[in-house]
């Protein structure tokens, strides 16, 4: 078997409009590289018709490949089902709604040639996306930063292309909550960055709803840090030195003057409730990290592979 240059994984969760031109920008610049290459489509348990248009395409196309999830397990997951699959000596990793120039594919190629290992997109300006959104990511991707010890990219996608050993590393990392771009931090080798502007959604709208966003933003601040762990230990002590402190004055009180003490009331309830919050605030911190821990002891599988046109895959 003929192992093709480059691997292009494509996520796919209700992008039926957009494939074609997709496919016709990618192929372009494909071609325009003259190196053998695949399309590794994977269809994240799309409602519209992706699967269909996705088919029809390898029916005609060989370079066209294509994985059908039994269900939406989420854009890393796809993400990672496509990598396992793909046995070009590059993977490229681009989303499917052309908000990633594929025409960025030759720059980034052109960079890996100069000895890098991974050359990811660094977004310069983002268009037609929410406020909120925009803001949103700013903030985490700082905290992010200033948080974990590994260098995690600021204002980066999983756009990327990265070589072979680094695709052959991921696939060894089992862990379920994927945080792509920050394993591939971890992981290391020579990286680097090209900056461009990214564009608005071609077509479709959004699959990254804000719970979807924050519990991605959580998986990356548990496997990348352990500083809310830290935090909570840094609260514990605080509060036990505003305690002690605490403890003195009503002391003093009680014993050295004769200040009445029957409007205590207020300052119970407040200390109660404060402390119910900071506890309740660890619980959910340590709670965090052991749901993660607890879906990855049960060591299910990653995904099922409903439907498929690359055959290593139907027969493992
Ligand atoms: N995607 C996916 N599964 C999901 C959500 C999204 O495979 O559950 C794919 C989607 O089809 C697209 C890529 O992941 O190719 C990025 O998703 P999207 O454009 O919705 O996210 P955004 O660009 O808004 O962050
Ligand atoms: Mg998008």
Redesign the pocket.
């Known amino acids: 078997m003929n192992f093709p240059a480059i691997s292009v994984v494509?996520?796919?969760?209700?992008?039926s409009l957009n494939i074609e031109p997709l496919y016709k920008r990618l192929t372009a610049v494909m071609q325009g590289l003259q190196l053998s290459y695949e399309l590794i489509f994977?269809n994240?348990g799309s409602r519209d018709n992706t699967l269909e248009v996705v088919r029809s395409l390898a029916a005609t196309h060989p370079e066209v490949k294509y994985i059908d999830l039994s269900r939406?397990?989420?854009?890393q997951i796809?993400?990672s089902a496509g990598i396992d699959a793909a046995c070009g000596q590059a993977v490229v990793i681009i989303?499917?709604?052309l908000?990633d120039p594929p025409e960025l594919i030759n720059a980034m190629y052109a960079k890996m040639k100069e000895g890098y290992e991974v050359v990811y997109a660094k977004r310069r300006q983002r268009k037609g996306?929410s406020f909120m959104?925009l803001l949103t990511a700013r903030l985490f991707y700082r905290l992010l930063a200033a948080i974990t010890t590994i260098d995690i990219p600021l204002d980066t996608?999983d756009f990327r292309i990265m070589d072979k050993k680094v695709a052959d590393a991921l696939r060894q990392m089992p862990e379920n909550h994927k945080f792509l771009r920050g394993q591939i931090a971890w992981i290391g080798y020579r990286q680097t960055y090209i900056e461009y502007d990214r564009d608005q959604?071609h077509a479709g709208k959004?699959?990254?709803t804000y719970s979807?966003m924050i519990r991605f933003a959580l998986d990356g601040i548990t496997a990348f840090s352990n500083f809310p762990i830290k935090l909570v230990t840094f609260m514990g002590f605080s509060v036990s030195m505003i305690a002690f402190i605490f403890a003195c004055i009503s002391l003093y009180i009680r014993y050295f003057t004769n200040l009445p003490v029957e409007r205590g009331w207020t300052s119970l309830i407040i200390a109660i409730l404060f402390l119910g919050g900071v506890q309740l605030i660890s619980i959910g911190i340590l709670g965090e990290y052991i749901s993660r821990i607890n879906t990855d002891v049960r060591r299910r599988p990653l995904y099922f592979i409903r439907e498929t046109n690359i055959p290593s895959l139907l027969n493992p």
């Open positions: 494509i996520p796919l969760y209700n992008e994977v994240d939406n397990f989420g854009h796809a993400v989303d499917a709604d908000q996306e959104k996608g959604r959004t699959g990254y979807k």
